[in-house]
Each structure stands twice: as structure tokens, then as C-alpha cells.
């Protein structure tokens, strides 16, 4: 027999869903069938649009090829293909800062080359 967990989502615009989701089911695709709407993009665990930080409760993402092993044990997750292993607690967050978070040392470093050096004006 399949277990349910409550998953409650916190959007940062300050709505709360609270939504029952099977453990052998994407917790995206759980909130869409209940008629929720949550950011998502790919689909497949490579960008992060649908990231969220879990505020409690264990998650399972074996296929979040978009988020580092570091932002995972800091909490962060995708919704596209996680798992919960428990009741949830999470918010949604802004890409672009997870983005950041994830890739943010490796940009505003200087100009970018290819190979070459850059003509300067």
C-alpha cells in the first residue's frame, strides 16, 4: 500500500497549500493534479525554477541533476522530481537566488576568454 504525506507549501507571496502526496509520486505533479500551481520549467531536475528550502520533514531527490550536493544538504530541493519520505514543510523560492547560490562564484569573476586575450578599447 502507497503512503500519503501532507506536504504543506509555502509560497513566498505568502499563500499556503496544503496538499496530499503519494511517496511514489513527484510532489509537482501530486500538486498539479490537486489544482495547484507551483513555478516549475524543465521538468527533469536541471534548472531550478521549481526549487524550494524544506523548513521540516525528509525529501528524496535522487534525480535533482540541477542542484548541487551542497545546496541539497543546506535544505534546497526541486519539486519536479522529489519524493517526500515524510510529512513536509517548504517554501517556494526565487531562481535567480538559488541560481546564484549554486553558480554565483563562478560569474563577476572578470571578462570572459576564449582562449584569447580580449581587445581592450
Not at 504525506?5 to 513527484?26: A, C, F, H, N
Not at 541533476?65 to 543546506?74: F, H, T, V
Not at 513536509?88 to 572578470?110: A, M, R, S
Amino acid at each position: 500500500m502507497t503512503r500519503l504525506y501532507t506536504i504543506r507549501v509555502r509560497d513566498r507571496s505568502g499563500k499556503t497549500y496544503t496538499l496530499e502526496v503519494p511517496e511514489d509520486r513527484y510532489i509537482l505533479q501530486s500538486a498539479e493534479k490537486q489544482g495547484v500551481e507551483l513555478p516549475f520549467s524543465c521538468r527533469n531536475g536541471a534548472c531550478t525554477t521549481c526549487a524550494v528550502r524544506v523548513l521540516s520533514g525528509e525529501i528524496a531527490q535522487p534525480e535533482a541533476i540541477g542542484l548541487s550536493l551542497e545546496l541539497q544538504s543546506q535544505g534546497y530541493a526541486l519539486l519536479c522530481v522529489s519524493y517526500a519520505r515524510s510529512d513536509l514543510e517548504v517554501e517556494t523560492q526565487d531562481e535567480d537566488e538559488v541560481y546564484e547560490l549554486q553558480f554565483g562564484q563562478y560569474f563577476g569573476k572578470g571578462k570572459v576568454r576564449a582562449g584569447l586575450p580580449l581587445d581592450e578599447d
